[in-house]
């Protein structure tokens, strides 16, 4: 049970309201006694939102909302439908609903045939992660190619390593001039050393060495301008980078062509055969980094579903082709590549397993589809509403939802504005529908529907009610619904009538009276025909003269009859209560002795002290009915003997209060829309404030004080 209790909220005072989990607790009020309060509350409180906009005007006290379990503080889930979910959520543009896949498609079968599929997918994934050589290789390769940069049109840039290599001389095989700095050249620190003989150069002003103060002697001037020209710091520092990135890699190398390549590099080889050969170098690199860079970016998961015909394809075209190799076609690169290859050929064969889940879950998303559009086509075309609704499948993980219009002469046609071509009723009708799907896919703990089929015919109610309630695969059927009306209806149906049929429900009536909501239980006996509600009524003795005498009256209105003698009684009850003081046909003549009696008779059958002089002269007075409005508890009997007391005393005309006058006939007069009426009796069905208005009415006349 949950235990719902909502304090200094708009109207409300205090309420307190019983749930029963996994039933359709119905909360039957009238209009005005705070049932879109109470569902707000429990909304905002749900979401951890502030209760601030339900304050009562000019009042400081904080309003509250407080759901519980076995007395324990729960916060639950809620998801409310009203007027706010179909303005915001629904019909925007061309679009019936947002994010359809989740809510019609991605059903838990679906999900759980995906899961496996992803899990054969990964199964498939080439990882070379935990492979040593791979790593090593790729990682030394990527810097490489990162030191020769391409122009757009795809030959080496002449600049940078590219140029170093080509251009400036070998430090392994200097000019002649320069042959006693060969030692030092071959030096893990040469590059440092060149640019310290490049700085001394600059403080040999004096003629005489910067680094030992010897005097310089005559070649000093020529070594030093052919150093200067041949060995640039940064021609050393590219040329020495790079035969240190070779040594990491010459390992995947074929050994002539690993020393041909070093020659290139220690610039033993001429312009023409070192660019050949560093040409070649790169594009080997290139092809190897891009074959690995494509094994390592390939994501099954990324593999859409309209796709997956081509995944053997795709496994094809990550074989690396080693045979076109010059420079890196060594033993242990065809072994590497070898493995992954053949890891590849290997997968291959399941793919057709893959294919085979796909189908199944290209499948499902069929049937789901189908199902969907199937229920909310019935629906529409039960419910009268000449619409088609379609789901689109857009790409994997996505949908689209349109609404067409089903022409007679040009068949269905596609809806851009749908808020725009819907009517109200239309609507609402048809967000129902959808705002059920929509909760059953979000599985909140307690769904609540405000008001939601007040405003139908008694055609669509019915429909909308057994289709949210139904034995269907997707219906509202064992969840935890509170739906709050004020249409008698769904209570009838769900409890006298029993349709839907085994659906779990609980009814109660709302009564609010000066801000204190009570909740009063409604059974299958508290709902009678109307016509045997008047009947039993008009022969209760206990009961009010005045209500006695005017449900007889709308017992006979209710009775279509030729018999005289009870059109006579009709006439002499109509009298009575517009105070007459002799009964006559209304807008005509007036009774003769004999039709009263003959009338009389048979308003005996069940009033049996009924005598017209007596009544009118006794207990139709002013005075009586004054006392009969004073002792009465029930305030729709108590509306009924304040109308025929204005009649009585002359006051009709008075009363400026139109709304009043109005409801006041309503309830008077034969104005019921249900073949079943709750037991006026024992439900106190008029709203407060016009007893509260009857009062001050009498009050303002000087008939009670």
């Not at 991605?106 to 040593?132: G, M």
């Not at 030992?212 to 005559?218: E, S, Y």
């Not at 109610?461 to 309630?469: E, M």
């Amino acid at each position: 049970m949950i235990k719902v209790e909502v304090n200094n909220c708009n109207n409300i005072n205090t309420a307190t309201i019983q749930l029963r989990k996994n039933h359709l607790n119905i909360r039957y009020a009238m209009n005005g006694a705070g049932k879109s309060t109470i569902a707000v509350a429990m909304e905002c409180t749900s979401n951890n939102e502030s209760l601030s906009a339900l304050q009562e005007f000019g009042s400081e006290i904080v309003p509250t909302c407080e759901l519980s379990e076995e007395g324990n503080k729960v916060l639950l889930k809620v998801l409310l439908f009203n007027e706010q979910y179909v303005d915001k959520f629904v019909f925007q543009e061309s679009e019936v609903i947002p994010n359809s896949f989740e809510i019609f498609i991605k059903t838990p079968q679906y999900e759980e045939k995906q899961a496996s599929i992803n899990k054969k997918l990964n199964d498939i994934r080439v990882d070379f992660s935990k492979n040593e050589d791979f790593r090593e290789l790729y990682s030394a390769f990527k810097t490489i190619i990162a030191r020769f940069p391409v122009a757009p049109s795809g030959k080496l840039r002449e600049g940078g390593t590219f140029k170093s290599l080509t251009k400036s001389l070998s430090l392994h095989q200097l000019p002649k001039e320069l042959a006693k700095f060969k030692p030092l050249m071959e030096k893990d620190y040469t590059v440092n050393w060149v640019a310290w003989k490049h700085e001394g150069s600059n403080y040999d002003g004096n003629n005489i060495c910067p680094f030992c103060t010897f005097g310089l002697d005559a070649e000093y001037d020529n070594q030093k301008q052919k150093f200067t020209s041949s060995y640039p710091k940064v021609d050393v520092k590219n040329r020495v980078e790079m035969l240190s990135l070779f040594h990491s890699i010459d390992s995947f190398m074929e050994e002539k062509a690993k020393e041909t390549l070093l020659q290139c590099i220690q610039g033993l080889q001429n312009e023409g055969e070192t660019r050949l050969w560093i040409d070649k170098f790169h594009s080997e690199l290139v092809f190897l980094v891009e074959a690995i860079t494509k094994l390592e970016n390939f994501n099954p998961h990324q593999v859409r579903i309209d796709g997956i015909s081509k995944l053997e394809e795709q496994l094809t075209g990550l074989i690396v082709d080693t045979s076109g190799l010059q420079i890196f076609k060594s033993k242990r690169v065809e072994e590497l590549f070898e493995l992954i290859n053949g890891n590849i050929k290997a997968l291959q064969k399941e793919t057709e397993s893959i294919k085979r889940e796909i189908g199944a879950l290209t499948s499902l998303l069929v049937a789901a589809c189908k199902n969907t559009i199937d229920d909310i086509n019935n629906f529409l075309f039960t419910a009268g509403i000449n619409y088609i609704f379609d789901i689109i499948p857009e790409s994997e993980g996505e949908s689209r939802t349109i609404l067409k219009y089903n022409s007679n002469t040009k068949g269905p046609i596609e809806v851009d504005n749908i808020r725009g071509h819907l009517s109200w009723g239309e609507r609402n009708a048809f967000a129902l529908v959808l705002f059920m799907h929509d909760a059953l896919k979000k599985d909140p703990e307690l769904i609540i529907l405000d008001d939601p089929i007040s405003s139908f015919d008694s055609n669509k109610k019915f429909a909308i009610i057994s289709r949210l309630f139904s034995s269907a695969r997707v219906s509202f059927k064992d969840k935890t619904v509170l739906m709050l009306t004020h249409d008698l209806q769904p209570i009838i149906d769900f409890i006298k009538v029993n349709k839907p049929k085994s659906v779990p429900i609980s009814a109660y009536y709302l009564q609010n009276r000066s801000g204190v909501i009570s909740e009063q239980e409604i059974s299958d006996v508290d709902i009678k025909s109307f016509l045997k509600l008047l009947s039993e009524d008009s022969e209760n003795n206990e009961l009010n003269i005045v209500h006695r005498v005017a449900s007889l009256r709308k017992l006979l209105e209710h009775t279509p009859n030729d018999d005289d003698e009870l059109k006579l009684a009709y006439h002499i009850l109509a009298s009575l209560l517009h105070g007459k003081p002799e009964p006559d046909v209304l807008n005509g003549p007036k009774l003769t002795s004999a039709e009263v009696t003959s009338g009389e008779t048979f308003i005996k059958k069940y009033i049996d002290d009924f005598s017209y002089s007596y009544y009118i002269n006794n207990v139709f007075t002013k005075e009586n009915l004054l006392k009969l409005f004073k002792d009465e508890n029930n305030s729709y009997i108590k509306l009924q003997v304040f109308r025929v007391l204005v009649e009585v005393a002359g006051l009709r005309t008075r009363i400026e209060d139109n709304p009043l006058i109005k409801y006041i006939d309503e309830q008077f007069h034969v104005e019921n829309d249900y073949m079943f009426n709750l037991d006026l009796l024992k439900y106190d069905i008029v709203p407060d404030f016009f007893i509260s208005k009857c009062n001050k009415f009498l009050e303002e006349e000087h008939i009670v004080s």
